[in-house]
């Protein structure tokens, strides 16, 4: 089981020196429409990921490999990806960068554009049972083979007591190697970012029953 940041203070430092070691960092992303309360929440969390890797780092040492979620390509071509696509997380990945850290390209560019076509067909909704297996298969199929292949990688550039940082969704299912120490960074804002998030969705269902009950009603003519 990770651990997180809180739960790694009281021990010795001497403790966490030998072996591979891995920080892991939820990524979490916010789209330009998103509301003013949530980005307050969002921009907090990176700041706060930003100090307690600072933590982590002055007692267990410098970050040596970078590996963020969706990112194929190594070195600079892959920094450029990272910035257009999260610029809390470039922010990270930049800092790891100026003190020697290297950038991995963590995935498979033809699995992780396999999963996304097949994201895209299942969310128009499929009428067909048989089409929709065969995406849902396709895309089950690709999903676990892009755990294997990340988990694999990470495994095979990792060196030994080496410290890596992970940049990756909360709810991922990779298996990470069972020789490498694992630090979850779990900062107090994303208890808030998850909290905001459940509320919203909740809302949003609430607001999605209301219109089709009010639908009906129209339908069978009685009072919305």
């Keep these: 089981m990770p651990e997180e940041l809180g739960k790694v203070e009281k021990p010795l430092v001497a403790e966490f020196k030998e072996g591979r070691k891995i920080l892991f960092v939820p990524l979490i992303f916010a789209a330009k429409e998103s509301p003013a309360d949530f980005m307050e929440k969002f921009n907090r969390y990176w700041n706060q990921v930003e100090n307690q890797l600072g933590e982590l780092e002055v007692k267990l040492g410098q970050i040596g490999r970078i590996y963020h979620e969706l990112i194929s390509l190594a070195g600079d071509d892959g920094v450029k990806v990272i910035?257009?696509?999260?610029?809390?997380?470039?922010?990270?990945?930049?800092n790891r960068l100026?003190?020697?850290?290297?950038?991995?390209?963590?995935e498979d560019g033809d699995l992780i554009t396999q999963i996304t076509d097949c994201q895209r067909c299942l969310s128009i909704g499929l009428q067909n049972q048989k089409i929709f297996q065969m995406i849902y298969g396709t895309y089950t199929d690709a999903t676990q083979k892009r755990n294997v292949f990340i988990a694999?990688?990470?495994?095979?550039?990792?060196?030994?007591?080496?410290?890596?940082?992970?940049?990756m969704a909360e709810r991922h299912q990779v298996r990470f190697p069972a020789d490498i120490q694992l630090f979850y960074v779990a900062p107090p804002a994303l208890d808030e970012i998850n909290r905001w998030l459940?509320?919203?969705?909740?809302?949003?269902?609430?607001?999605?029953?209301?219109?089709?009950?009010?639908?009906k009603s129209e339908e069978t003519g009685g009072s919305p």
């Design 198 to 215: 459940r509320d919203h969705d909740s809302r949003a269902q609430q607001e999605k029953t209301e219109e089709k009950t009010g639908d």
């Design 98 to 106: 100026s003190k020697g850290g290297k950038l991995e390209a963590v």
């Design 152 to 167: 694999k990688h990470i495994d095979e550039t990792l060196g030994k007591d080496e410290i890596g940082i992970v940049l």
């Design 83 to 94: 910035k257009e696509l999260n610029e809390k997380s470039y922010r990270i990945v930049e």
